[in-house]
């Protein structure tokens, strides 16, 4: 079992930037890939950002086309937690964001997760 908590959401201007965090807890942390996803009302859970794990310092991280330039994901393994660094947001970015570990390969498919965290919403206002 692993366990996630989210922080960091909150409202925003347009423009502005948040930080979002992901603490896990319980199975070997670095054997997950890590990804970040969001949800608008009334629209389906969409990918935003992953970051798989090779040992060392390597790492590799995958963006959304809408996110790409703009947010940044990284992990600590030693912390056991993700990061999502979101730079100018848009109202658009506005979304509940979910934290999720995976040890399948499709990172970016909802259902290859197993494991979800309860959620952050941001808001980024115009």
């Known amino acids: 079992q692993v366990q996630l908590v989210e922080s960091g959401g909150g409202l925003v201007q347009a423009g502005g930037s948040l930080r979002l965090s992901c603490a896990a807890s319980g199975r070997t942390f670095s054997s997950y890939t890590m990804g970040w996803f969001r949800q608008a009302p009334g629209k389906e859970r969409e990918f935003v950002a992953a970051v798989t794990w090779s040992g060392g310092s390597a790492y590799f991280a995958y963006y959304a086309d809408s996110v790409k330039g703009r947010f940044t994901i990284f992990r600590d393994n030693a912390k056991n937690t993700v990061y999502l660094r979101m730079n100018s947001l848009k109202p658009e970015d506005t979304a509940v964001y979910y934290c999720?570990?995976?040890?399948?390969?499709?990172?970016?498919?909802?259902?290859?997760?197993?494991?979800w965290g309860q959620g952050t919403q941001v808001t980024v206002s115009s």
């Open positions: 999720a570990a995976t040890e399948a390969r499709d990172y970016a498919a909802v259902n290859s997760y197993d494991y």
